[in-house]
């Protein structure tokens, strides 16, 4: 889950600059210059060497990158690695300039190696902004750092130029990067949401995963029968995978207005039908659960599954890297998303919920922001996504650039998914970080609904009691969400 950064009036300059590594600089030569970059002012004179000339634009080049200007990349090396950079986006930035020298810089501190550079006017022109030592995207845009990407989105595909680039991505991927309703974070790690399943287990049994509720309780009684528990989740630290599936499956029964009005606390919102729908079919499932079940960790639960003791899973993308070790030869993870609630549900059975992650961004003031524009929309080209996903493993945001590929069970499910719900994508929920007490009271009321101590209608009474309750509440700082 997401954690909220915080409302930009109530933050000092000393909060925001600690926030992007820059603390220690307030006092010393930099300070000019991050005056000049939250004033207005140019920070151009203290830049050890000019922006490239630009050159003129054109289909193949809609930015204007200079042939030879040169271009730094500088990437968090973690889990995925930067192989990805190194055999794969370079080498296409190089075939596209042939006379552009890369540089190429990988860390894992990624505050701690841009500090002084962001300081002293000498910035990348690109940057994997991620791990634990990443900057704060939000604080380096009130800084004046950072680059809008609105002309990267609308800028024309490498794979269609009739096409623009925010046409070949996931739904929601460019909501994702807005800072102030304007997009300066360039996500590309597709995460999705659902049920988990071992499809070698269902294939041995002859089961299919339920397209609707009515399937799902008949499969549970076949399940059940071999002793296997249907479904199940972590009541101790994880009632949130519980709760995702039950406001999945309400976006799908009345749209994803519904989602957006539970996180601007719209009166009412959660004492919907679409929701009581919801909930009462979701407590349905419950009764499969033993009551033992309210009392485990997600990684006790995962490792039944992994065991064969539990057909359905809720749970998101990362799961099967997560169970790696646990997960046993023979055993191949696959998403379904959630069954279908009512015939009229607006959103099909193949919707999911979706979400991109891992950002990547532009400094304003770099030398060459044209070139890592351009660096980014290489990215985002069916030939640069699919060779992110053959390096790092992990699907992108590109919808249908892994097809084909052999990837990992989990993932080729997750390939599949995405391909198949197009643009039906359920978005994501953004209450969980702006209101904390709201959302563990729903945590408590997830577990009372799926363990049979209240009904649907109880469950949405104390919602909706907990949502005015904080709309009510003038110390907390009302958020909104338009997209």
């Given at each position: 889950?997401?954690?909220?950064?915080?409302?930009?009036?109530?933050?000092?300059?000393?909060?925001?600059?600690?926030?992007?590594?820059?603390t220690a600089?307030?006092?010393?030569p930099?300070?000019g210059?991050?005056?000049?970059?939250?004033?207005g002012?140019?920070?151009?004179?203290t830049?050890s060497?000019?922006?490239?000339a630009?050159?003129?634009t054109?289909?193949?080049n809609?930015?204007?990158?200079?042939?030879?200007?040169?271009?730094?990349?500088v990437?968090?090396k973690?889990?995925?690695?930067?192989?990805?950079?190194?055999?794969?986006?370079?080498?296409?930035?190089?075939?596209?300039?042939?006379?552009?020298?890369?540089?190429?810089?990988a860390?894992?501190?990624i505050?701690?190696?841009?500090?002084?550079r962001?300081?002293?006017?000498?910035?990348?022109?690109m940057?994997?902004?991620?791990g634990?030592?990443?900057?704060?995207?939000a604080?380096?845009?009130q800084?004046?750092q950072?680059?809008?990407?609105?002309?990267?989105?609308?800028a024309?595909?490498?794979?269609?130029?009739?096409?623009?680039?925010r046409?070949?991505?996931?739904?929601?991927?460019?909501?994702?990067?807005?800072?102030?309703?304007?997009?300066?974070v360039?996500?590309?790690?597709?995460?999705?949401?659902?049920?988990?399943?071992d499809?070698?287990l269902?294939?041995?049994?002859?089961?299919?995963?339920?397209?609707?509720?009515e399937?799902?309780?008949?499969?549970?009684?076949?399940?059940?029968a071999?002793?296997?528990?249907?479904?199940?989740?972590?009541?101790?630290?994880?009632?949130?995978?519980?709760?995702?599936?039950?406001?999945?499956?309400?976006a799908?029964i009345?749209g994803?207005?519904?989602?957006?009005?539970?996180?601007?606390?719209?009166?009412?919102?959660?004492?919907r039908?679409?929701?009581?729908?919801?909930a009462?079919?979701w407590?349905?499932?419950?009764?499969?659960?033993?009551?033992?079940?309210?009392?485990l960790i997600?990684?006790?639960?995962q490792?039944?599954?992994n065991?064969?003791?539990?057909?359905?899973?809720p749970s998101?993308?990362?799961?099967?890297?997560?169970?790696?070790s646990?997960?046993?030869?023979?055993?191949?993870y696959?998403?379904t998303?959630?069954?279908?609630v009512?015939?009229?549900?607006?959103?099909?059975?193949?919707?999911?919920r979706?979400?991109?992650?891992?950002?990547y961004?532009?400094?304003?003031k770099?030398?060459?922001?044209?070139?890592?524009?351009?660096?980014l929309?290489?990215?985002?080209?069916?030939?640069?996504?699919?060779?992110?996903t053959?390096k790092s493993?992990?699907?992108?945001?590109?919808?249908?650039a892994?097809?084909g590929?052999?990837?990992s069970?989990?993932?080729?499910?997750?390939?599949?998914?995405?391909t198949a719900a197009?643009?039906?994508?359920?978005?994501?929920n953004s209450?969980?970080?702006?209101?904390k007490?709201l959302?563990?009271?729903?945590?408590?009321?997830?577990?009372?609904?799926?363990?049979?101590?209240?009904?649907?209608?109880?469950?949405?009474?104390?919602?909706?009691?907990?949502?005015?309750?904080?709309?009510?509440?003038?110390?907390?700082?009302?958020?909104?969400?338009?997209v």
């Amino acid at each position: 889950m997401s954690n909220s950064a915080g409302t930009p009036g109530e933050i000092t300059r000393r909060q925001m600059l600690r926030r992007i590594g820059l603390t220690a600089l307030v006092a010393g030569p930099g300070a000019g210059l991050l005056s000049a970059c939250a004033t207005g002012g140019s920070p151009a004179a203290t830049s050890s060497a000019a922006p490239s000339a630009a050159a003129a634009t054109s289909a193949a080049n809609p930015f204007g990158v200079a042939a030879n200007a040169p271009l730094e990349v500088v990437i968090f090396k973690g889990g995925l690695g930067d192989s990805y950079a190194t055999e794969v986006h370079e080498p296409l930035y190089k075939k596209a300039f042939p006379q552009a020298e890369i540089k190429h810089v990988a860390t894992q501190q990624i505050a701690q190696t841009l500090q002084p550079r962001f300081a002293g006017g000498d910035v990348p022109d690109m940057i994997a902004n991620s791990g634990t030592d990443l900057m704060d995207n939000a604080a380096l845009q009130q800084e004046g750092q950072l680059l809008e990407l609105a002309e990267l989105w609308d800028a024309p595909s490498i794979d269609d130029p009739s096409k623009k680039v925010r046409d070949m991505v996931a739904p929601g991927t460019v909501e994702s990067g807005l800072i102030t309703g304007k997009p300066y974070v360039m996500n590309y790690v597709f995460s999705a949401y659902g049920l988990w399943y071992d499809s070698a287990l269902f294939e041995k049994e002859g089961w299919t995963p339920p397209k609707t509720m009515e399937e799902f309780k008949t499969l549970c009684e076949t399940i059940k029968a071999k002793g296997i528990t249907p479904f199940a989740y972590a009541g101790s630290n994880a009632s949130y995978y519980a709760y995702w599936m039950i406001l999945i499956s309400a976006a799908k029964i009345e749209g994803n207005q519904l989602l957006l009005d539970i996180d601007n606390l719209v009166d009412g919102a959660w004492q919907r039908d679409s929701v009581k729908q919801s909930a009462a079919a979701w407590a349905e499932i419950g009764k499969y659960m033993d009551k033992s079940f309210e009392g485990l960790i997600h990684t006790e639960v995962q490792t039944r599954q992994n065991q064969g003791k539990i057909a359905l899973y809720p749970s998101g993308s990362w799961l099967e890297n997560e169970q790696k070790s646990q997960t046993p030869e023979g055993f191949k993870y696959a998403l379904t998303p959630t069954p279908s609630v009512t015939a009229a549900d607006k959103l099909p059975f193949e919707a999911i919920r979706a979400a991109a992650g891992e950002g990547y961004i532009v400094p304003s003031k770099a030398k060459n922001p044209k070139g890592g524009l351009e660096y980014l929309r290489i990215m985002l080209s069916k030939e640069g996504a699919r060779g992110f996903t053959e390096k790092s493993g992990n699907i992108t945001v590109v919808t249908g650039a892994a097809d084909g590929l052999e990837l990992s069970p989990g993932n080729a499910s997750l390939s599949a998914a995405q391909t198949a719900a197009g643009q039906n994508i359920v978005t994501y929920n953004s209450f969980e970080g702006w209101y904390k007490e709201l959302e563990t009271e729903l945590r408590k009321q997830t577990n009372a609904l799926m363990f049979g101590r209240i009904s649907a209608e109880e469950f949405c009474e104390k919602m909706q009691k907990a949502a005015d309750k904080t709309k009510a509440d003038s110390s907390i700082t009302k958020q909104n969400r338009t997209v």
